[in-house]
């Protein structure tokens, strides 16, 4: 799998990225080339040798059409999480996570939030709820040409009693969302402020005329 700069990719764990530029270095007299990316998430910048990308794991965004099997596992509230102890359970979810396959996290992210119907989760359960959500809402909203904020809602939506699959599950907005290079594309943008208005020039106050001076009187 090839990419190009400027163009979206998922880095497994992390997220989307932004190819920012393709870099040859030199090691040990052997040159190496490699991707330059992005994360969207953090703004970290991670290199990536182009021909261990896909041992690694980094792919493409998922189509549009994709979307809806990750929503058929959210909307899975038959399936019980394990009842192994925390730190077993970390590892298996720590390990789907690491896949940066989207079912897999799909997965994780349904088993959290069904205990947090529950229970409250502790500090490790919450972290790794949160960057499920997180990886899940990215890819999401690239994928589907949407607004994080949007994509939030309608995932969180699914985990609400009688959720049914939304309409536009599997279908990408037609809506412009700054392009495929834009590093905030799937983020609300913030709107421009207008430039302050400079106060109009005061117009130089009219000279009075001069006062005439009283003829001299003849003597």
Do not use: C
Not at 16 to 42: A, C, H, P, R, W
Request: net charge positive; glycine share 6%.
């Amino acid at each position: 799998m090839e990419f190009q700069v400027g163009g979206k990719a998922v880095y497994p764990a992390h997220g989307v990225g932004i190819i920012q530029s393709i870099e040859t270095m030199e090691f040990e007299g052997e040159k190496l080339t490699f991707y330059v990316v992005k994360i969207l998430d953090n703004a970290m910048t991670v290199k990536v040798p182009i021909q261990n990308a896909d041992a690694i794991g980094m792919r493409e965004i998922i189509p549009a059409k994709e979307v809806v099997p990750i929503y058929e596992i959210l909307l899975d509230k038959d399936t019980a999480p394990d009842n192994q102890t925390w730190n077993r359970r970390y590892r298996e979810y720590m390990n789907k996570i690491k896949t940066g396959d989207p079912i897999e996290v799909a997965k994780v992210l349904r088993d959290l939030a069904l205990m947090k119907l529950e229970k409250n989760l502790s500090f490790g359960e919450k972290k790794m709820y949160d960057q499920a959500r997180t990886l899940l809402v990215q890819e999401i909203a690239v994928s589907k040409n949407r607004l994080e904020e949007d994509i939030e809602q309608e995932i969180d939506a699914l985990f609400l009693a009688g959720a049914k699959m939304p309409e536009n599950a599997g279908m990408r907005s037609k809506a412009n969302r700054g392009g495929s290079s834009d590093a905030s594309a799937g983020k609300a943008k913030k709107p421009a402020k207008k430039p302050a208005k400079k106060p109009a020039a005061k117009k130089p106050a009219a000279k009075k005329p001069a006062a005439k001076k009283p003829a001299a009187k003849k003597k």
